[in-house]
């Protein structure tokens, strides 16, 4: 069973930075590949960024792209996304989820799913 803890979240301006963190417990962590997905009230959960399991490859949503930066420290069986300028679009519920295998901007090609955590941007 596969769990995923994410943190990091808060309440932050519009144009500042935030850096989120999901600490999975699996003992193949690198077997997994991993993504961060996005839920806004009243939207679809969307896809923000993955990447493969070894670190190497990356894919990012047009909207976040040059914004933010996703990576992972396997040997910490934690996956991060690097949030900077910070526009109030981004506001949302970050969810962690991890897939055995290739990644994919899918939501539904993810078996697990961390509880999420709040990103408030003020204008």
């Known amino acids: 069973q596969v769990q995923l803890v994410e943190s990091g979240g808060g309440l932050v301006q519009a144009g500042g930075s935030l850096r989120l963190s999901c600490a999975a417990s699996?003992?193949?962590?690198?077997?997994?590949?991993m993504a961060w997905f996005r839920q806004a009230p009243g939207m679809e959960r969307e896809f923000v960024a993955t990447i493969s399991d070894g670190g190497v490859s990356t894919t990012y949503a047009d909207s976040v792209k040059g914004r933010f930066t996703i990576s992972r420290d396997n040997a910490k069986n934690t996956v991060y996304l690097r949030m900077n300028t910070l526009k109030p679009e981004d506001t949302a519920v970050y969810y962690c989820?991890?897939?055995?295998?290739?990644?994919?901007?899918?939501?539904?090609?993810?078996?697990?799913w961390g509880q999420g955590t709040q990103v408030t941007v003020s204008p």
């Open positions: 989820a991890a897939r055995p295998g290739l990644r994919s901007t899918s939501r539904t090609a993810y078996d697990y």
């Open positions: 699996v003992p193949t962590f690198s077997s997994y590949a």
